[in-house]
């Protein structure tokens, strides 16, 4: 009986073993939230200041401490470390502000992260200013890209699309009044079109018109006809489209510089630089353009070709240059991107402040997109594997980067969001003529239809 006792205890064990391992791979934040978070927790805190000391984060005590310690305890004086503040766990892992001590600089702890990361058993540690002297914490449970959940409080607004989920389990936010313009490159399969596919979706909730230009004869773009304001699918039509922009950005300009044409008793806050210190019912709506596959833009075969080619060139930066005031943001996507396409390649890029690189064939490729930025970002861009697809780095011109994952979206349920958002689209009268042909939605009958029958006497 015994014997049998100890074998239900062992395979008790070896069962819980067993399902606690299955969990952490198949179902990382439920093993998180009930295993992986306690055993943190406690080595956290059973370690927090032999793990400071080791990582060179402490700092030797000031004359009255030292004296203080001997009078009082009469032990060994030593190194003090940054003052812990509250341990907040979070469904995928920790946050924990520390106070530096007098010597130390918040990168001081942004070297040391890794370290940390072994030291507290989790997958990744990130540093964040908070203000001076305080920084924070954010401790990654488990990876966080590998299967996409975006967080239930995005922090959503005008302009302001939560778009990828960063590796630091926080929404990465795209955000058209900070960052205007945006260069999105990626290899073919790489979740190019998976990002553009979810920025619209997110813009197309909100007042605002979207413009498509997309020369592989919209075949990424149609579906999102219903609501797009104008949608050009060659070259030609691009050449058309482009122009209309540029007059309605001039025409917003002559808006703005009426509005600053005032009196000298206006107050201040009615003299603005730009459509968004309109009035409410003067302002004009916001403009994203999309440029899918922009090569095909540059691409030129004759000299006719090459004539449009700088033409539109001209006008695109133009928009980039100038768009931001009138409220009009460009979104450029492409497979490369760089200096090889032509004449204004290199300083239309210049103008396109955010960067998303996707996995790419070849590092030059990514030194197109982040070189220029952020160079500790190339490396990490051609590290993305072909299994990840919608991984990708975002870099900004202060030179910070980080990994992002776009969510998955089937095109046919964003396609239905445009199609149920098409009453959004603002009327813009200069883009009328470039409006994409939609056709009827079929309608279903609702029962038999009944058969007419002559009267008879």
Not at 36 to 49: D, I, M, N
Not at 156 to 172: K, M
Not at 286 to 311: H, M, N, W, Y
Not at 337 to 352: D, I, P
Request: aromatic share 4%.
């Amino acid at each position: 009986m015994t014997d049998l006792v100890t074998w239900v205890e062992l395979g008790d064990s070896l069962a819980a073993i067993g399902g606690a391992a299955y969990a952490r791979h198949a179902h990382p934040a439920a093993y998180w939230s009930t295993v992986g978070l306690p055993l943190s927790v406690v080595r956290l805190l059973a370690s927090y200041s032999s793990t400071m000391d080791a990582c060179g984060l402490t700092v030797e005590p000031s004359r009255w401490r030292a004296l203080a310690v001997r009078a009082t305890t009469r032990r060994e004086v030593r190194p003090v470390p940054p003052r812990r503040g509250v341990i907040r766990p979070t469904t995928t892992g920790l946050r924990m502000r520390l106070r530096l001590v007098p010597g130390q600089e918040p990168a001081d702890v942004a070297a040391s992260a890794e370290r940390l990361q072994h030291a507290w058993g989790v997958h990744a540690v990130h540093v964040r200013d908070v203000k001076p002297g305080v920084v924070e914490l954010r401790l990654v449970g488990f990876d966080v890209l590998r299967k996409v959940r975006m967080p239930r409080r995005l922090d959503g607004g005008s302009l302001r699309i939560p778009v990828a989920l960063r590796e630091d389990a926080t929404a990465f936010v795209r955000d058209y009044r900070a960052v205007p313009h945006e260069l999105v490159l990626g290899a073919t399969l790489s979740g190019k079109s998976m990002y553009l596919r979810n920025l619209l979706t997110g813009l197309a909730a909100q007042p605002v018109a979207l413009v498509g230009i997309d020369c592989k004869r919209g075949v990424e773009l149609a579906p999102f006809a219903p609501r797009l304001s104008a949608l050009a699918t060659d070259p030609d039509q691009a050449a058309e489209l482009l122009p209309a922009l540029v007059k309605e950005m001039e025409d917003r300009y002559d808006l703005i510089k009426a509005r600053q044409g005032v009196a000298p008793g206006t107050p201040e806050e009615l003299i603005t630089s730009d459509v968004w210190g309109l009035p409410e019912d003067e302002r004009p709506a916001p403009i994203v353009l999309f440029i899918d596959e922009v090569a095909e833009l540059f691409l030129v075969a004759t000299r006719k070709e090459e004539e449009r080619r700088d033409e539109m060139v001209t006008q695109l930066i133009r928009l980039a240059q100038l768009g931001r005031a009138a409220g009009i943001y460009l979104e450029v996507c492409g497979q490369r991107f760089g200096s090889e396409l032509g004449k204004g390649a290199t300083m239309l890029r210049a103008q396109l402040t955010g960067r998303v690189c996707h996995r790419v064939n070849d590092d030059a490729s990514a030194k197109m997109a982040l070189g220029d930025i952020a160079p500790e970002a190339v490396g990490a861009a051609c590290a993305i594997a072909a299994e990840l697809p919608g991984l990708a780095v975002v870099g900004d011109s202060s030179g910070g980067w980080s990994r992002i994952r776009t969510p998955y979206l089937s095109l046919a349920d964003a396609a239905a969001t445009c199609r149920a958002t098409a009453d959004l689209a603002p009327d813009v009268p200069a883009l009328h003529r470039f409006r994409p042909y939609v056709p009827p939605m079929p309608v279903e009958a609702s029962g038999p239809v009944a058969t007419a029958r002559p009267v008879t006497e």
